[in-house]
């Protein structure tokens, strides 16, 4: 992430021993690394619960989409089913009007 080599490191140190001083130098690097862990840990834990609610949404367009293909299935079922029995009874009705005349009637 960053770019910063042991020189650059050794200069910082030196600087942040002669500005702060050597009683308090120790104390200072522990304050540091404490509030270094605390962004480390709250970055991860917002990192994961954008990645957790990133995942739910996408199990939410799943569902969706698999709710929307079974109604159209079972509306395609149902518009099936509707028509048979249409579809026999003009049969029926077909087969009673040639026995009845003898001659054959077109559907409507």
Same mark, same amino acid.
């Given at each position: 992430?960053? %770019? ?7 200069? *910082? ?8 001083? =050597? #009683?308090? $130098?120790?104390?200072? *690097? @522990? ?8 962004? @480390?840990?709250?970055? /991860? %834990?917002?990192?994961? #619960? ?5 995942? /739910?949404?996408?199990?939410?367009? /799943? $569902? @969706? ?5 079974? !109604? ?6 149902? *518009? &099936?089913? %509707?028509?048979?029995?249409? %579809?026999?009874? /003009?049969?029926?009705? !077909? ?5 009845? &005349?003898?001659? =054959?009637? #077109?559907?409507?």
């Amino acid at each position: 992430m960053f %770019d910063i080599g042991f020189a650059e490191l050794l200069l *910082i140190a030196v600087v942040a021993l002669l500005v702060i001083g =050597p #009683e308090r $130098l120790p104390g200072a *690097i @522990k304050t540091a690394s404490v509030w270094l862990g605390r962004l @480390k840990r709250s970055y /991860n %834990d917002i990192k994961r #619960e954008v990645e957790l609610e990133l995942h /739910n949404n996408e199990v939410m367009e /799943n $569902l @969706k989409r698999a709710q929307t293909e079974v !109604q159209a299935s079972i509306s395609g079922d149902t *518009i &099936t089913q %509707d028509r048979e029995p249409a %579809d026999s009874l /003009n049969q029926s009705a !077909q087969a009673e009007s040639t026995s009845q &005349t003898g001659t =054959p009637t #077109e559907p409507k």
